[in-house]
């Protein structure tokens, strides 16, 4: 017996296979069950038409699991005339899904040669699968062969564009070593790109029956500070120069190093004020422990969880950015009281990563929206900057407490002003 694999992203399943028939004719076997993993009607469709472009005669049958009808009356056993007439119907549509759970449902073809074997072969399956090393003008794109189809895989890459429809997309050929082995991922670095400038790309796969493309994946190029979109939308860039001015150091960039853990950082003091603010610079609160998690460098996003006093609080939306070892976290939060919209606050988390802990770690909190009504909280744009006074925050497995003297609690929010 002569036979051929395909490999539709699970297991390796038998597509068609040859032998002396009833007959004595040379036949050859394509086993529904298998042409319909990952494949689509109309896929099978095609593939069965370009056996009948070989002037082999057709015939589709099943047994053991029951009769499937082209069309009601027409009976289990179809003539090439009327198996092609049907199979686009809807009614024959429904009838080959129903064949695809079925293990004994064949169409069979004769006279077979052994090139037959390639004839249901697809074009590749490939994913689209990210991004990463995001830069002012680069970006490092990643993608992944799911399948070859049934032949070899001779070019893969990305199409990149600045615009959603891809009407002006560029392809990018990344070097490729015919594979056999699969899921095979494959990435490229891509230089000379504009800053601040959204870019839509998708990855391909040829192989001899085609091109195949996986979905369409975004990313916008960092600023001149090395600040995503999401960020600068998040907040202002004049409300991040307004936290700078008061002393708040941001570390731009697109591969910020991985800050997973909790940190106690004590002493927590007021460093410094953009108004009139009854806490002076110098005036120590109780201890604060945040925690980072769930750190995805493709999307620059990270998880932050705050507690003090057993006090905590959580943001809405936090990304990260740095180099190195330096980073920066902008945390939105929103606030709401009696449950009604309150306010919404950034909280800005600047640091160098050490294996212990964070060394010179600032937090920045800043009013974005005070609900029109700034009686209790701070003004839009107004914040505080903090600091840990003795340049480290330490790595800690647990949150602790513990008498600290003449200190103070944040207030209940700390966009609040002192009573």
């Given at each position: 017996m002569a036979s051929a694999f395909v490999d539709y992203g699970g297991a390796d399943v038998y597509f068609g296979w040859k032998e002396t028939n009833y007959s004595g004719q040379e036949a050859g076997y394509i086993l529904l069950q298998g042409l319909f993993q990952g494949k689509s009607v109309d896929e099978m469709f095609s593939s069965m038409k370009k056996i009948k472009e070989k002037d082999r005669t057709i015939h589709y049958q099943s047994s053991g699991d029951g009769d499937i009808e082209a069309e009601e009356g027409d009976g289990d056993d179809l003539t090439e005339d009327n198996f092609f007439e049907c199979i686009k119907k809807d009614k024959q549509k429904k009838c080959i899904e129903r064949a695809a759970t079925m293990t004994t449902a064949t169409l069979h073809y004769y006279p077979a040669t052994a090139s037959d074997f390639r004839l249901a072969d697809i074009p590749p399956r490939v994913n689209t699968v990210g991004h990463s090393d995001l830069t002012r003008t680069g970006v490092t794109l990643h993608g992944e062969i799911v399948s070859d189809g049934g032949l070899p895989v001779t070019e893969i890459g990305f199409l990149i564009s600045t615009d959603p429809d891809g009407s002006d997309y560029k392809q990018i050929v990344v070097e490729h070593s015919v594979g056999t082995n699969y899921p095979e991922p494959f990435e490229v670095n891509c230089t000379g790109l504009t800053p601040k400038t959204p870019y839509y790309y998708k990855a391909y796969a040829v192989n001899a029956d085609g091109m195949a493309v996986g979905e369409i994946k975004a990313f916008t190029t960092l600023d001149d500070q090395g600040i995503t979109e999401e960020i600068n939308k998040i907040v202002p860039k004049e409300i991040q120069d307004g936290m700078q001015d008061l002393g708040l150091p941001v570390y731009g960039g697109g591969t910020p190093p991985s800050i997973a853990g909790t940190y106690k950082i004590a002493p927590l003091?007021?460093?410094?004020?953009?108004?009139?603010?009854?806490?002076?610079?110098?005036?120590?609160?109780?201890?604060?422990?945040?925690?980072?998690?769930?750190?995805?460098?493709?999307?620059?996003?990270?998880?932050?969880?705050?507690?003090?006093?057993?006090?905590?609080?959580?943001?809405?939306?936090?990304?990260?950015?740095?180099?190195?070892?330096?980073?920066?976290?902008?945390?939105?939060?929103?606030?709401?009281?009696?449950?009604k919209f309150r306010a919404k606050t950034a909280e800005i988390y600047s640091g160098i990563l050490t294996s212990t802990g964070i060394k010179n770690l600032y937090y920045a909190l800043v009013m974005l929206d005070d609900s029109g009504d700034p009686g209790e909280v701070i003004e839009v744009g107004q914040g505080r900057l903090f600091y840990d006074s003795d340049g480290f925050s330490e790595k800690v497995n647990s949150v602790t407490r513990s008498a600290s003297g003449d200190t103070e609690l944040l207030p209940s929010n700390i966009s609040s002003k002192k009573q």
């Amino acid at each position: 017996m002569a036979s051929a694999f395909v490999d539709y992203g699970g297991a390796d399943v038998y597509f068609g296979w040859k032998e002396t028939n009833y007959s004595g004719q040379e036949a050859g076997y394509i086993l529904l069950q298998g042409l319909f993993q990952g494949k689509s009607v109309d896929e099978m469709f095609s593939s069965m038409k370009k056996i009948k472009e070989k002037d082999r005669t057709i015939h589709y049958q099943s047994s053991g699991d029951g009769d499937i009808e082209a069309e009601e009356g027409d009976g289990d056993d179809l003539t090439e005339d009327n198996f092609f007439e049907c199979i686009k119907k809807d009614k024959q549509k429904k009838c080959i899904e129903r064949a695809a759970t079925m293990t004994t449902a064949t169409l069979h073809y004769y006279p077979a040669t052994a090139s037959d074997f390639r004839l249901a072969d697809i074009p590749p399956r490939v994913n689209t699968v990210g991004h990463s090393d995001l830069t002012r003008t680069g970006v490092t794109l990643h993608g992944e062969i799911v399948s070859d189809g049934g032949l070899p895989v001779t070019e893969i890459g990305f199409l990149i564009s600045t615009d959603p429809d891809g009407s002006d997309y560029k392809q990018i050929v990344v070097e490729h070593s015919v594979g056999t082995n699969y899921p095979e991922p494959f990435e490229v670095n891509c230089t000379g790109l504009t800053p601040k400038t959204p870019y839509y790309y998708k990855a391909y796969a040829v192989n001899a029956d085609g091109m195949a493309v996986g979905e369409i994946k975004a990313f916008t190029t960092l600023d001149d500070q090395g600040i995503t979109e999401e960020i600068n939308k998040i907040v202002p860039k004049e409300i991040q120069d307004g936290m700078q001015d008061l002393g708040l150091p941001v570390y731009g960039g697109g591969t910020p190093p991985s800050i997973a853990g909790t940190y106690k950082i004590a002493p927590l003091v007021l460093k410094k004020s953009n108004f009139w603010d009854s806490y002076s610079a110098g005036h120590r609160f109780n201890d604060m422990y945040i925690t980072f998690s769930e750190q995805n460098n493709s999307d620059l996003t990270v998880k932050v969880v705050t507690n003090q006093e057993n006090v905590t609080g959580e943001g809405t939306g936090a990304y990260i950015v740095g180099e190195g070892d330096k980073f920066t976290v902008f945390v939105e939060v929103t606030s709401y009281k009696n449950g009604k919209f309150r306010a919404k606050t950034a909280e800005i988390y600047s640091g160098i990563l050490t294996s212990t802990g964070i060394k010179n770690l600032y937090y920045a909190l800043v009013m974005l929206d005070d609900s029109g009504d700034p009686g209790e909280v701070i003004e839009v744009g107004q914040g505080r900057l903090f600091y840990d006074s003795d340049g480290f925050s330490e790595k800690v497995n647990s949150v602790t407490r513990s008498a600290s003297g003449d200190t103070e609690l944040l207030p209940s929010n700390i966009s609040s002003k002192k009573q």
